[in-house]
């Protein structure tokens, strides 16, 4: 069973709602809420609905390689990361406080800062924008 299957299915625990036609999952088994769209016209849109209670979201859209993690960032902000691992781009796996990768065993806080190598660099930060109660994701076109 690969991940998007897990998530969609795997547990029997999770409930689905619907948000701005997008599907999010409250997962009692994941450390973060889901919420699975598409890119279109090189963007991802995020209802801020759609964090509930959490300020922490994991973003997967349909064809594009990697989860992006979104995550609220003082009053107004948020911060997009690539959970891409910057030492070999292996996808990152969420956790309660972070993101690891389970290639070679490096760590990133959730804000995308690297603690643990071997990689050397901090996660990638998408450009975002806040607006009429929704985040803009803006994907560049080199990492789909
Ligand atoms: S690819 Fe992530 S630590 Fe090597």
Same mark, same amino acid.
């Given at each position: /069973?690969?991940?998007?299957? &897990?998530?969609?299915?795997?547990?029997?625990?999770?409930?689905?709602?619907?948000?701005?036609?997008?599907? !999010?999952?409250?997962?009692?088994?994941?450390?973060?809420?889901?919420?699975?769209?598409?890119?279109? +016209?090189?963007?991802?849109?995020?209802?801020?609905?759609? &964090?509930?209670? @959490?300020?922490?979201?994991?973003?997967?859209?349909?064809?594009?390689? +990697?989860?992006?993690?979104?995550?609220? =960032?003082?009053?107004?902000? /948020?911060?997009?990361?690539?959970?891409?691992?910057?030492?070999? =781009?292996?996808?990152?796996?969420?956790?309660?406080?972070? +993101?690891?990768?389970? /290639?070679?065993?490096?760590?990133?806080?959730?804000?995308?800062?690297?603690?643990?190598?071997?990689?050397?660099?901090?996660?990638?930060?998408?450009? @975002?924008? !806040?607006? =009429?109660?929704?985040? +803009?994701?803006?994907?560049?076109?080199? @990492? /789909?």
């Amino acid at each position: /069973m690969n991940r998007r299957t &897990f998530l969609a299915k795997g547990c029997a625990l999770c409930t689905a709602v619907t948000v701005g036609g997008a599907a !999010v999952l409250l997962q009692s088994c994941a450390p973060l809420p889901t919420f699975e769209t598409r890119i279109e +016209y090189g963007m991802i849109t995020v209802p801020v609905a759609a &964090f509930g209670s @959490t300020d922490r979201l994991l973003v997967n859209a349909a064809a594009f390689p +990697y989860s992006i993690a979104l995550v609220k =960032d003082g009053p107004a902000g /948020m911060l997009a990361l690539l959970l891409r691992c910057t030492h070999a =781009d292996a996808q990152l796996a969420p956790e309660a406080r972070g +993101y690891s990768c389970r /290639m070679h065993g490096s760590k990133f806080t959730a804000q995308g800062s690297v603690t643990r190598g071997p990689a050397a660099r901090d996660l990638e930060r998408l450009r @975002t924008e !806040v607006r =009429d109660a929704h985040v +803009y994701i803006h994907i560049p076109e080199r @990492t /789909m």
